[in-house]
Protein backbone atom coordinates (compact mmCIF):
# COMPACT_ATOMS: atom_id res chain seq x y z
CA UNK A 1 0.00 0.00 0.00
CA UNK A 2 1.37 3.68 -0.67
CA UNK A 3 -0.65 6.68 1.09
CA UNK A 4 -0.49 10.05 -0.37
CA UNK A 5 -1.00 13.17 1.37
CA UNK A 6 -1.67 15.98 0.02
CA UNK A 7 -1.17 19.72 1.06
CA UNK A 8 -1.69 23.38 -1.09
CA UNK A 9 -4.38 24.74 -3.27
CA UNK A 10 -6.85 27.30 -2.25
CA UNK A 11 -7.97 30.37 -3.27
CA UNK A 12 -6.71 32.77 -5.51
CA UNK A 13 -6.59 35.68 -7.71
CA UNK A 14 -6.30 34.99 -11.83
CA UNK A 15 -2.31 35.87 -12.25
CA UNK A 16 -1.14 34.40 -8.32
CA UNK A 17 0.80 31.40 -7.80
CA UNK A 18 -0.06 28.48 -5.65
CA UNK A 19 2.35 25.61 -5.22
CA UNK A 20 0.67 21.85 -4.19
CA UNK A 21 2.84 19.10 -2.41
CA UNK A 22 2.43 15.60 -2.55
CA UNK A 23 4.07 13.25 0.09
CA UNK A 24 4.13 9.57 -0.34
CA UNK A 25 4.81 6.99 2.41
CA UNK A 26 4.66 3.27 2.28
CA UNK A 27 5.76 0.08 0.05
CA UNK A 28 7.43 3.09 -2.54
CA UNK A 29 8.80 1.23 -5.60
CA UNK A 30 12.47 1.79 -6.89
CA UNK A 31 11.20 3.09 -10.16
CA UNK A 32 7.48 4.96 -10.00
CA UNK A 33 5.88 8.08 -11.60
CA UNK A 34 4.10 10.72 -9.78
CA UNK A 35 2.37 13.81 -10.24
CA UNK A 36 -1.14 15.56 -10.99
CA UNK A 37 -4.76 15.44 -12.51
CA UNK A 38 -7.24 17.65 -12.26
CA UNK A 39 -11.15 17.41 -12.64
CA UNK A 40 -13.81 19.77 -12.40
CA UNK A 41 -17.46 18.20 -12.49
CA UNK A 42 -19.06 17.33 -15.80
CA UNK A 43 -15.44 16.90 -17.81
CA UNK A 44 -12.58 14.21 -17.89
CA UNK A 45 -9.92 14.10 -15.76
CA UNK A 46 -7.12 16.06 -17.20
CA UNK A 47 -2.93 15.36 -16.86
CA UNK A 48 -1.99 18.06 -14.94
CA UNK A 49 1.88 16.91 -14.69
CA UNK A 50 4.17 14.28 -13.56
CA UNK A 51 7.39 13.46 -13.30
CA UNK A 52 9.14 10.06 -12.73
CA UNK A 53 11.64 8.79 -10.46
CA UNK A 54 14.54 9.25 -12.48
CA UNK A 55 13.07 13.13 -12.90
CA UNK A 56 11.80 13.34 -16.72
CA UNK A 57 8.63 15.56 -16.53
CA UNK A 58 5.78 15.15 -18.51
CA UNK A 59 3.16 18.36 -18.95
CA UNK A 60 -0.50 18.60 -20.15
CA UNK A 61 -0.54 21.35 -23.25
CA UNK A 62 -2.92 23.66 -20.93
CA UNK A 63 -0.40 23.73 -18.89
CA UNK A 64 3.05 24.43 -20.62
CA UNK A 65 5.31 27.40 -19.89
CA UNK A 66 3.27 27.98 -16.52
CA UNK A 67 3.90 25.11 -14.01
CA UNK A 68 6.64 23.16 -12.64
CA UNK A 69 6.58 19.79 -10.84
CA UNK A 70 9.81 18.52 -9.33
CA UNK A 71 10.80 15.88 -6.59
CA UNK A 72 12.64 14.85 -3.83
CA UNK A 73 13.02 11.13 -4.05
CA UNK A 74 14.82 11.30 -0.43
CA UNK A 75 11.48 12.56 0.77
CA UNK A 76 9.14 11.18 -2.16
CA UNK A 77 7.87 14.22 -2.33
CA UNK A 78 6.43 16.06 -5.59
CA UNK A 79 5.99 19.66 -5.27
CA UNK A 80 3.78 21.72 -8.26
CA UNK A 81 4.42 25.20 -8.65
CA UNK A 82 1.32 27.20 -10.60
CA UNK A 83 2.23 30.66 -11.90
CA UNK A 84 0.20 32.78 -13.47
CA UNK A 85 -3.09 30.98 -12.84
CA UNK A 86 -6.52 31.60 -15.14
CA UNK A 87 -9.65 30.69 -13.94
CA UNK A 88 -10.13 27.60 -16.21
CA UNK A 89 -7.47 25.52 -13.86
CA UNK A 90 -9.95 25.87 -11.30
CA UNK A 91 -10.71 22.63 -10.36
CA UNK A 92 -10.40 19.66 -7.67
CA UNK A 93 -6.01 18.34 -8.30
CA UNK A 94 -5.51 14.73 -7.16
CA UNK A 95 -1.48 13.44 -6.73
CA UNK A 96 -1.32 10.51 -8.63
CA UNK A 97 1.12 7.62 -8.40
CA UNK A 98 2.22 4.86 -10.05
CA UNK A 99 4.72 2.41 -9.07
CA UNK A 100 6.21 -0.80 -10.54
CA UNK A 101 6.53 -3.82 -8.98
CA UNK A 102 7.97 -6.35 -10.70
CA UNK A 103 6.30 -7.50 -13.61
CA UNK A 104 2.75 -5.50 -12.29
CA UNK A 105 1.96 -1.61 -11.55
CA UNK A 106 -0.10 -0.07 -9.16
CA UNK A 107 -1.95 3.04 -9.01
CA UNK A 108 -2.86 5.20 -6.13
CA UNK A 109 -4.82 8.47 -5.57
CA UNK A 110 -4.46 11.15 -3.28
CA UNK A 111 -8.17 12.82 -1.41
CA UNK A 112 -7.53 15.71 -3.75
CA UNK A 113 -7.27 19.48 -2.90
CA UNK A 114 -9.57 22.21 -4.37
CA UNK A 115 -7.82 24.98 -6.24
CA UNK A 116 -10.12 27.93 -7.26
CA UNK A 117 -8.80 31.05 -9.55
CA UNK A 118 -11.16 33.67 -8.80
CA UNK A 119 -11.19 37.54 -8.51
Known amino acids: QVQLVESGGGLVQPGGSLRLSCAASGNIASIYVMGWYRQVPGKQRELVAH???????NYGDSVKGRFTISRDNAKNTVLLQMNSLKPEDTAVYSC?????????????WGQGTQVTVSS
Open 96 to 108: WYRGSYGPYSQDY
Open 51 to 57: ITSAGMP
